[in-house]
Nanobody, 124 residues
């Protein structure tokens, strides 16, 4: 089985930056599409960003486009989310996930492996 573990979350002031990392262990597949999702208290889980296996294609939610950058290093089985110009509304638990074959990148239901999440808190 594949296991995903996120790290890099923390407390930061508005306007600051954080870089999240997600490392896969167990059986991994280099062609997997990886995504980041987040969930704030009382809100539904929402898509943040995704990246193709080669890194050549990326997708971003409108709310983070221009501020966040997703990347991956397949040699390290790691995907990153660089978050700049953070806003209080970015506060959430952030999850990385692996998309299942044929699934839509925009919806969490299309992803079959999930990390435990890492808390990001942005203070004003």
């Amino acid at each position: 089985q594949m296991q995903l573990g996120e790290s890099g979350g923390g407390l930061v002031q508005a306007g600051g930056s954080l870089r999240l990392s997600c490392t896969a262990s167990g059986r991994t597949y280099s062609r997997d599409v990886m995504g980041w999702f987040r969930q704030a208290p009382g809100k539904e889980r929402e898509f943040v960003a995704a990246i193709s296996w080669s890194g050549g294609s990326t997708w971003y939610a409108d709310s983070v486009k221009g501020r966040f950058t997703i990347s991956r290093d397949n040699a390290k089985n790691t995907v990153y989310l660089q978050m700049n110009s953070l806003k209080p509304e970015d506060t959430a638990v952030y999850y990385c996930a692996r998309r299942a074959r044929g699934g839509s990148i925009w919806y969490g239901e299309s992803y079959d492996y999930w990390g435990q999440g890492t808390q990001v808190t942005v203070s004003s």
